[in-house]
């Protein structure tokens, strides 16, 4: 019984760190049809910037606000300086669609270069700020703490907060306008590329809370987001790529499958669960779970 | 017929003489004034962070015998290959090391998986080149039609599993025990050797891939070990520190600390890193371990002593510890190697050489060396240690007790062995 | 109307055979004026061509963007292993099963794929590359960590003693590169091959002209495969021996990014991608030494010149560098 609930508690866990980055890829690809892998890397670099808010000031809140902010601000930065020109150049041929992929990927070395060279490649670790001892629960401790709480909560706010931008704001209506249909968007008067870079903003600082929240458990270093990443883009096309709530129920699905499978059948499934997941919903499903039922334009 | 037979009279000729001439490639990498050594080892990633000190230590040990004469003229510069304990990388970077950096000779090459795949993708064997006092204890290695020109230097984990084995029989009678070990060749090893000792664990042990402990895996194996035990059992740990410090750190989250007597490997244990990587003093504090070396924080210990001293002026900005002592220790008896085999130094004569001289060397360890035309295994021993809050390793039961065995089916006995007095300053002038 | 350029007379196979014969004569004679250090390296040079060779076809020709290249890589070197060291049989039985079996496979996933678009196919082959090398620590026969040995053995007796075994790695490699990459060549600028041209320049076009887009994708997929196959069989050649962490994610990355560099849409740069890659630590390295620095600074140069090269290649010359030169005519 034991091992249910600790399973069940930190698949909880697992999927909502994947969430988070599941919702910087989304709101990433929602507002310009890009898939960032840069994000492993600024997210890294907006931990790392926290890390150093930590040494100097010794507080985990403060480092969180300026992680987010800077986040924010990277993420508008790489959208206006680099992804921009680009788009500008790359204009016609196939290599439209791998074009900012490859350039994603490139950015994602030199950042990591870059972190490498300023603050080392040696593993850096950062204090949790609320207690990470496991609640007891029937005389027995089990694997859930404060700090997994905390994660959860943040999710969740995170998770609402953007629903409410997406779907009620003007604001959010520009951004959705601008991703599907960018000609017409400018015509009804929407700065679409201003817009776009608020998208990377917001999908940056979300990067930002994610790194944050993940690096606490584990290892600062230069790749340390890059596993993270890599499930947070399986959780989101899982969850369809087009909705914010996708990509977080893509995200459970993932962790519930993920740790589920490896109490329960063999710890060294961690990989190919999330494979088989993945091929499994885009058989039934091939773009994703959530994905609205009209078709979208090509 | 006569023109038959000169002919092969002289290609018989041509082919002894030719046989006798000395192959070129048995000195690469010496010239009248330098020893080119080199070693692939992980610098980065997690098991980096734990071993990255060892080559940096293993240089300065170098540098100040080269500050001191060097080797019959000769001063030792070491090539330093990162392969991030990844046994494809070490292949390719070996091969570099042989092909490129041309080195006379590796040494200290680091992990089982890891190098042996190194050895057989770089053709040490057949390119005869001295694989000295590899960073691992791989029973294995110590196969001579195998590995041919390899030298061990720590225990092997078959002999510590048996010195293990003995002090759970010893100490700990009637409690439960169990084993979690990393599934490669290093756990397996273990394991084996637990079982060659007679010692049947309370489950089948717990085997995890190299790089897979996570945090929830160790909440899980840990909440599932409590559960399965009453009393206080024993729980071995036969992994890289990096990983004793995940499940340290999730007994601590499920305060099961006490609920456990950890007995962690010497690769797993040391506490300097334990306590870097965020385990708590009060956690460590009673775990029992095993090594060879004196403790680093000893400072009564002439060797650590020494090797202290060295660190300040050749290794600076690094704090000294156990990964430290060893890399000087190892590089100590690769000097003295080279000493032994003469100027006129040949891959084959520094082989030989160690093999004749070898297990007269001096060294810090407390137990004997094992080096001989028969044998490849260097410490055959190890003492019994258990760790403070402080992180200092004190011998277990409070006296100094020295087991040696072998990697097979003999016994562990208790020895007398005095180690050899250190050469002044360190310096060894053996030859 | 402005003159359409220079009009080309197509090579016949028959030319382009005795090419790439005399181009192979060529590496032949030069294998034998250099060291083990260059036969050494040029094998990875063959190697990673071969493997550029399947990206361009795959993604440069067909349309698909696959960041799986390394799992295709990995089924084939488990493919012959298994079949070298398990079964027992001859090694160049053993490569060919590498690239059998991995085109197979590529068939399955090919299919599978048919079905998907642009980030979802670039998702789920992202998930195969991470997961597929991971599952040699399911099946105890495939090794796990400890992998399987590759052994293609010594050159034959007839070679001499002084036949270096790098420099049998180059034939080997070399000469399988040129065999596939020319089977690729012919198959290209086959009546077939230009379907594949259409369809990526117009794939609403070519469908309306009756070319099934769907078979000619899963078919790219397959025969791309099996050459990622044979190239990651070759890959573990050179390393005597496949383990999961021979194809890391990041192998992938550095494909993909080369084959950018070189030009997606045609073969002629995949030995110069091959060179890149092999190159880029060899200068990372030099440079380091010349201008010092830490350890630290040793590791992660390498990779900043791959991913600067690759925002560059992007940037100016995104359909490869023969545009560049086309431009200034």
């Not at chain 1, 593993?123 to 703490?145: D, L, R």
């Amino acid at each position: 019984m034991t091992q249910f609930i600790t399973a069940v508690l930190t698949s909880l866990s697992s999927g909502a760190i994947y969430a988070l980055m599941a919702i910087a890829i989304v709101l990433v690809w929602r507002s310009t049809r890009v898939i960032n892998f840069a994000q492993a890397g600024q997210a890294v670099l907006t931990t790392y910037i926290g890390y150093t808010v930590i040494q100097r000031t010794g507080s985990f809140w403060i480092a969180l606000v300026v992680a987010v902010v800077s986040g924010a601000v990277i993420g508008a930065v790489i959208d206006r300086f680099f992804m921009r020109p680009i788009f500008k150049r790359v204009k016609s041929g196939p290599i439209v669609m791998i074009a900012p992929v490859v350039a994603t990927l490139g950015l994602l070395g030199i950042i990591q270069a870059v972190i490498g060279f300023v603050w080392g490649i040696t593993n850096q670790s950062i204090e949790a700020p609320v207690s990470t001892g496991g609640y007891k629960v029937m005389g027995t401790v089990i694997a859930f703490s404060n700090y997994n709480l905390l994660v959860l909560v943040f999710v969740a706010i995170a998770m609402l907060l953007l629903t409410l931008l997406f779907q009620k704001t003007n604001i959010g209506l520009a951004l959705r306008a601008s991703a599907y249909s960018p000609e017409i968007a400018k015509l009804s008067g929407i700065k679409v590329d201003s817009v776009r870079t608020l998208g990377w903003a917001i999908a940056g600082a979300s990067g930002g809370l994610a790194g944050m929240l993940y690096i606490p458990g584990y290892f600062l270093y230069p790749n340390a987001m890059d596993l993270l990443l890599v499930l947070g883009f399986i959780a989101a096309v899982i969850g369809g790529l087009e909705s914010l709530f996708g990509a977080v129920a893509g995200a459970m699905i993932l962790g519930f499958a993920i740790i589920f499978s490896t109490t329960y059948i063999s710890p060294k499934l961690f990989f190919p669960t999330a494979f088989i997941v993945l091929i499994l919903v885009l058989l039934v499903k091939p773009a994703g779970l959530f994905a609205p039922k009209k078709s979208r334009g090509a | 017929m006569k023109r038959a037979t000169l002919a092969s009279a002289i290609v018989a000729t041509s082919a002894m003489v030719l046989s006798i001439v000395p192959a070129h490639a048995d000195s690469t990498g010496v010239t009248a004034t330098s020893i080119k050594l080199g070693v692939s080892t992980p610098l980065t990633g997690s098991a980096g962070l734990v071993y990255g000190k060892v080559p940096g230590a293993m240089r300065a040990y170098f540098d100040y015998i080269n500050a001191n004469g060097g080797v019959n003229g000769r001063k030792i510069s070491l090539v330093i290959r990162d392969d991030k304990y990844l046994p494809t990388l070490a292949a390719t970077q070996t091969t570099n090391l042989i092909l490129k950096d041309k080195v006379f000779a590796l040494v200290g090459a680091l992990g089982t998986a890891t190098h042996s795949k190194a050895y057989t993708a770089a053709a040490l064997a057949k390119n005869n080149v001295p694989d000295l006092f590899i960073n691992t204890g791989f029973s294995g290695f110590t196969n001579k039609a195998k590995y041919p020109t390899t030298f061990m230097v720590l225990p092997t984990y078959a002999m510590e599993a048996k010195v293990m084995a003995k002090v759970i029989k010893d100490n700990f009678p009637g409690q439960a025990t169990f084993m979690i070990a990393q599934d490669d060749e290093f756990g397996s090893d273990g394991v084996a050797g637990f079982t060659t000792a007679g010692h049947k664990f309370s489950s089948t042990p717990t085997l995890y891939p190299q790089g897979s402990m996570t945090a929830a895996r160790a909440e899980g194996a840990l909440t599932a070990l409590a559960a399965a035990a009453p009393g206080k059992p024993v729980l071995v740990l036969f992994g890289t520190t990096d990983v004793t410090a995940t499940i340290l750190k999730a007994a601590e989250k499920l305060e099961l600390t006490k609920k456990f007597t950890f007995l962690a490997g010497s690769v797993g244990a040391d506490a300097n890193t334990l306590l870097a990587l965020g385990v708590k003093p009060t956690t460590i504090d009673g775990v029992v371990s095993a090594s060879f070396l004196p403790d680093a924080k000893d400072l009564t210990d002439p060797y650590v002593k020494q090797f202290i001293d060295i660190n300040t002026k050749y290794n600076k900005g690094v704090t000294f510890d156990n990964y430290v002592l060893g890399g000087m220790n190892s590089a100590m008896l690769t000097v003295q190697a080279l000493r032994a085999a003469g100027k006129n130094l040949t891959r084959a004569g520094l082989i030989s050489a160690i093999e004749a001289k070898g297990s007269k060397f001096a060294s810090a360890g407390l137990v004997p060396l094992g080096w001989s035309a028969t044998s490849r295994v260097g410490y055959n021993g190890y003492w019994v240690s258990q760790l403070n809050a402080k992180g200092e390793g004190q011998p277990y039961g409070g006296k100094l007790v020295i087991y040696t065995t072998d990697s097979g089916a003999g016994a562990v006995e208790i020895s007398n062995f005095t180690r050899p007095t250190m050469p002044k300053n360190g310096i060894p002038t053996n030859s | 109307m402005k003159k359409a350029g220079k009009v080309h007379k197509p090579t016949t196979t028959r030319k382009r055979l005795f090419l790439f014969i005399l181009f192979g004569w060529l590496l032949l004679i030069l294998g034998d004026r250099v060291g083990d250090l260059e036969l050494y390296q040029g094998s990875f040079v063959a190697t990673y061509a071969l493997a550029i060779t399947s990206i361009v076809l795959l993604t440069g020709y067909s349309g698909q963007l696959s960041l799986g290249q390394s799992a295709l890589m990995a089924v084939g070197a488990y493919a012959g292993a298994l079949s070298i060291f398990n079964a027992g049989w001859h090694p160049v039985v053993g490569l060919i099963m590498s690239a059998l079996v991995a085109g197979v496979f590529g068939l399955i996933l090919g299919l599978v794929a048919a079905r998907l678009s642009g980030p979802y196919l670039a998702g789920t082959t992202l998930a195969l590359a991470i997961s597929l090398p991971t599952l040699a620590n399911q099946f105890p026969i495939l090794g796990a960590e400890e992998g399987i040995s590759f052994d293609v053995g010594p050159s034959p007796a007839r070679f001499g003693e002084d036949f270096s075994q790098y420099k049998w790695f180059f034939w080997i490699s070399a000469l399988a590169a040129l065999i596939m990459v020319f089977f690729i060549v012919n198959l290209l600028t086959s009546r077939y091959g230009r379907t594949f041209k259409a369809v990526r320049d117009n794939p609403v076009a070519a469908q309306l002209s009756g070319i099934n887009v769907g078979r000619l994708k899963v078919n790219a997929f397959a025969i791309s495969s099996g050459v990622a196959g044979l190239s990651g069989g070759l890959l573990v050649m050179l390393i005597s021996g496949v383990s999961p962490s021979a194809f890391p994610l990041s192998l992938s990355f550095s494909l993909l990014g080369a084959a950018v560099v070189t030009g997606l849409y045609s073969l002629k740069g995949v030995i110069l991608g091959g060179l890149v890659l092999v190159a880029i630590p060899e200068i990372a390295d030099s440079l380091v030494s010349r201008i010092g620095g830490s350890e630290g600074f040793t590791t992660v140069l390498p990779g900043f010149i791959v991913s600067a090269l690759l925002i560059l290649a992007v940037v100016f010359t995104p359909n490869g560098p023969g545009h560049l030169l086309k431009k200034h005519h």
